[in-house]
């Protein structure tokens, strides 16, 4: 099966700051997409869509289309609309995968589908991050170096205040002492979602190969295993005899 990825972008950096856009020139959503595409071919077919598009470019009829949904964002979260988060947070529910990208962290809709204020510490002195494997079986860690270094990156720090992961994938160290989980997964209804940290608009990260890895990585494991999807609900049956054979009971059971 084809897995459908959709990567969204606020895209305001690039279309308002010279110097971002001469790193990312088709911008943050352009490199991401490209990456995906070199390292999965026809596994993937990739869109991409930014907050300026129209509903953001996150139609139910596009949400309904997409089996992950890889989400950028950084000084635009306050202009996402509500209506289009609560649509997020039901594709996810029922079974869209989730990939939330660096300042992707504060979004509304990561912090509503975890719950808390995901905040964490931080600083931008452009100094060297090193990715280290904490579950070097996990999918998303499949091929990945052991560990691989980012030579200038935002500086990310603990406390991270997000719930216990699932899955603690990666964790980074900065020149500074710092140390991060830059790298977790959660459930939420249906669906998978997994946390990635590195990818600061002001470096140009998103064309690392190891960093384009972890996201190919993280497509194939958040793409839900079916097409089918629906939100977790609640339902009112009419009660069944399953003391009886012809009601369901198992083959043996007393009439």
Known sequence: ??????????????????????IYPEGIHGAIAQGLTELLGDEVEVATATLADPEHGLTAEVLAATDVLLWWGHIGHDRVDDEVVARVQEAVLGGMGLLVLHSGHF???????????????????????????????????????????????????????????????????????????????????????????????????????????????????????SDVRAAPAVSNVTRRDWSRADDGALEGAPA
């Open 1 to 22: 099966m084809t897995i459908r990825a959709l990567v969204w972008n606020e895209n305001i950096h690039e279309t308002t700051q010279p110097e971002i856009r001469a």
């Open 107 to 225: 979004s509304k809709i990561f912090t509503r589908l975890l719950g808390t204020t995901c905040s964490l510490s931080w600083r931008n002195a452009g100094e060297r991050e090193i990715v280290w494997t904490t579950s070097p079986g996990h999918p998303i860690a499949a091929g990945v170096e052991q560990p691989f270094v980012i030579d200038q990156q935002e500086t990310y720090g603990e406390h991270f205040d997000i719930p216990e992961p699932e899955s603690q994938v990666f964790i980074s160290s900065f020149e500074g002492g710092e140390v991060f989980r830059s790298g977790v997964t959660f459930t939420r209804g249906r669906g998978r979602i997994f946390y990635f940290s590195p990818g600061d608009q002001e470096y140009p990260v998103y064309f690392h190969p190891q960093v384009r890895r972890v996201l190919a990585n993280g497509v194939r494991w958040a793409a839900p295993a």
